[in-house]
């Protein structure tokens, strides 16, 4: 079996990674009675502490975020970094975090635009600036809000073209060289489109290849759905579930010590991403990520059924706009047939 990578922490922060109890981190804050909250706030603040600035986020993203202590571990790694590197940025410029001048949120996002980043990836990093002020707030350090009315520039061109799908042919490809697991992995992005978080939490009573179909118990917003099993993917999950599923000769690569019966070795997207990038490698097709595959089962079953609402349910989607600007399209061609007659 190839040994995985070691887990390595956020890239930029000295910050320790999610580990799981979101409660437990936050606990250096939410214990403080108000006013030594306050005062640690002020100081961070003040000093430009990274490190306090982060922790005092993902303690108020643990208490009055949406999803609170059960926020997902991708966003808290999101938002550590992003707060992270605003007050990098706010060091850097000799910005007053507690006082902010009325155009320096803007100058932010300038910034980051002239930077190169793309104008969703700088929303993303203004959302993360923003629930640090949140935070800041909640600690009675500041009354400022100066992200309230930044302006981010819309990108005008859809996902699905700035990131388009794998091809029939590079997944072909991929699932000839890739490992068993690996592969396995492909098939979960690629047929049943699942998020890659949700294939990694899957759990062998999940998988009813029999009925062909997949218990995602936790997607995104913590929504359960029922996701169908192609042909291929049924069959590919007997094969899995006869090596590495309970009583299987490799059982033991397939679980991990969190107390349950997972499907996947891989403790994290981090070490998954090391193992699925060997077999494109080996293939000599670029890897892009994980959601290009979900987009190729998007793009696939529509071309199929015609139907978005159909796709936005099988890919997990709240609103079928998600699935038709990023993540299906049809062929150029695709009303030949129905002028032809015109």
């Avoid at 998600?322 to 993540?327: A, I, L, M, P, W």
Wanted: aromatic share 8%.
């Amino acid at each position: 079996m190839t040994s995985s990578p070691p887990e390595s922490p956020i890239p930029g922060t000295t910050l320790a990674r999610y580990g799981g109890d979101l409660l437990a981190q936050t606990r250096q804050w939410t214990g403080l009675h108000d006013e030594e909250l306050r005062r640690r706030a002020v100081q961070a603040a003040g000093e430009k502490d990274v490190d306090a600035l982060v922790a005092l986020t993902t303690a108020y993203l643990a208490h009055h975020g949406a999803s609170g202590v059960l926020t997902s571990s991708r966003t808290v790694d999101a938002y550590a970094l992003g707060a992270q590197q605003f007050v990098t940025y706010a060091a850097a410029q000799a910005v007053n975090l507690l006082r902010p001048g009325r155009h320096d949120a803007q100058n932010y996002v300038g910034h980051m635009l002239a930077a190169g980043r793309k104008p969703a990836g700088v929303q993303l990093k203004v959302a993360a600036a923003a629930c640090l002020y949140r935070a800041l707030r909640w600690a009675g350090a500041t009354e400022a809000d100066p992200f309230r009315d930044v302006k981010v520039p819309r990108d005008l061109t859809p996902g699905i073209v700035k990131r388009p799908p794998y091809s029939e042919d590079e997944i072909a490809d991929v699932l000839e060289k890739a490992d068993i697991q690996a592969k396995f992995l492909l098939f979960l992005t690629a047929h049943a489109g699942l998020r890659i978080s949700e294939a990694l939490a899957l759990e062998w009573a999940d998988l009813d290849e029999a009925g062909r179909r997949i218990h995602v118990r936790s997607g995104k917003g913590r929504k359960g759905r029922v996701v169908s099993m192609s042909t291929s993917l049924a069959r590919a999950t007997r094969h899995y579930r006869g090596l590495y599923g309970p009583g299987g000769p490799e059982h033991g690569g397939g679980r991990r010590t969190t107390g349950r019966d997972a499907v996947f070795r891989y403790a994290s997207v981090m070490t998954a991403r090391y193992h699925i990038e060997k077999a494109f490698k080996a293939a000599g097709v670029s890897f892009r990520g994980f959601h290009p595959g979900r987009k190729y089962a998007g793009t696939r079953l529509l071309q199929q059924v015609r139907d978005f609402g159909r796709v936005a349910a099988h890919l997990g989607h709240a609103s079928v706009d998600t699935t038709r600007r990023g993540y299906a399209q049809l062929a150029a061609d695709d009303l030949k047939d129905a002028l032809s007659g015109w």
